[in-house]
């Protein structure tokens, strides 16, 4: 199993990016998919996690309307569209799979999308918003 992100940068409070988590190794239908992030000092975050199975995604409070993860199953990638980012939203972002899971898992990692539920991961990609 390989994740590679790519489209960290920086950018200025308001503006966007995108960001690619690119598997290889194994297929995306099964999996869940999170996108997380990590700024110094503080704890690993879960940002969003999308579910092939039964198609179901999460938001963390935080970034709840300002982004959107979606997925490629044929490019076998996942996406983070970040809209109007703040500085707050500074940090290394991380892209991480695990499964299969039954339904019942399913629904128990979606519940929270926390890091400690994904076994593999990616190596991180900065995002800095800084005027």
């Known amino acids: 199993v390989q994740l590679v992100e790519s489209g960290g940068g920086l950018v200025q409070p308001g503006g966007s990016l995108r960001l690619s988590c690119a598997a290889s190794?194994?297929?995306?239908?099964?999996?869940?998919i999170g996108w997380f992030r990590q700024a110094p000092g503080k704890e690993r975050e879960g940002v969003s996690c999308i579910s092939r199975s039964d198609g179901s995604t999460y938001y963390s409070d935080s970034v709840k309307g300002r982004f959107t993860i979606s997925r490629d199953n044929a490019q076998n990638t996942v996406y983070l569209q970040m809209n109007s980012l703040k500085v707050e939203d500074t940090a290394v972002y991380y892209c991480?799979?695990?499964?299969?899971?039954?339904?019942?898992?399913?629904?128990?990692?979606?519940?929270?999308?926390?890091?400690?539920?994904?076994?593999?991961w990616g190596q991180g990609t900065q995002v800095t918003v800084s005027s």
């Open positions: 190794g194994f297929t995306l239908h099964y999996y869940i």
């Open positions: 991480a799979a695990d499964g299969p899971f039954s339904t019942a898992q399913v629904m128990r990692v979606m519940r929270t999308c926390s890091y400690r539920d994904f076994g593999s």
